[in-house]
């Protein structure tokens, strides 16, 4: 089963706030929510990652709704380099160690 | 510089042959792990490891192996690949405790079983 579902594409104008959602909906109270972005088939780069509180560096802000089933990555200005696969990805916890699940993407194309 | 870095980053083989990719990290992280990308399907976790000689497996961990010798290597066994491992590796460390922070990424290895 899915851990985490994702639109497979999004468009969004340049300067304006591209919002990418994601639902998790069977996360459990101590699994992390993480992003990451790829550009063509490099490495992923983190973004930021958060539990249950909203969260906000340099390059975004994550919204963690309060049920935690679902979470909105907010790049608040995005420019032509934002144009990238966008990963929600959940961090599970068991007594062998922690899994990373990555859900299938978000393609952001970001329009001039 | 800290980097994961992986070798080779391409590599064509025939079924059955036995290779090797290796993975090294400079960064003393505890955490290292395989993914492997194929499209449509994003990323899938092989086989972590928590810390020297501790592994396991992920999601998708047939037909691989692993080691963990020292602390900064990792590397990927296919004892014996077949068509369907054809993809795109990507080794990756975190250094463990607190909240895992940032995952770093090698650059990864393209492989094509013939």
């Known amino acids: 089963d899915a851990k985490t579902t994702q639109p497979p594409s999004m468009d969004c104008a340049e300067g304006r706030a591209a919002n990418l959602p994601c639902n998790h909906s069977?996360?459990?109270?101590?699994?992390?929510v993480y992003w990451y972005r790829q550009i063509h088939s490099q490495g992923p780069q983190y973004i930021i990652h958060g539990l249950k509180n909203n969260e906000t560096n340099e390059m975004a802000s994550l919204i963690i709704t309060e049920d935690r089933k679902s979470s909105t990555l907010i790049l608040p200005h995005a420019t032509l380099r934002d144009t990238a696969v966008y990963y929600c990805i959940v961090r599970i916890y068991s007594n062998t160690g922690n899994q990373f699940y990555f859900g299938t993407g978000t393609s952001l194309t970001v329009i001039p | 510089e800290a980097q994961v870095t992986q070798n080779p980053r391409y590599l064509i083989t025939v079924t059955g042959k036995k290779l090797t990719v290796t993975c090294s990290q400079n960064?003393?992280?505890?955490?290292m792990s395989w993914y492997r990308q194929d499209p449509g399907l994003g990323l899938r976790q092989i086989y972590y490891?928590?810390?020297?000689?501790?592994?396991d497996k992920g999601d998708v961990p047939e037909g691989y192996k692993v080691s963990r010798k020292e602390k900064r290597n990792f590397p990927l066994i296919l004892e014996s690949p077949s068509p369907n491992q054809t993809s795109l590796y990507f080794c990756a460390s975190i250094l463990a405790g607190g909240t895992y922070n940032e995952q770093f990424f090698g650059p990864g290895t393209r492989l094509t079983v013939l």
């Open positions: 490891s928590m810390n020297v000689e501790v592994t």
């Open positions: 960064m003393n992280h505890e955490y």
């Open positions: 069977t996360i459990s109270g101590n699994e992390y």
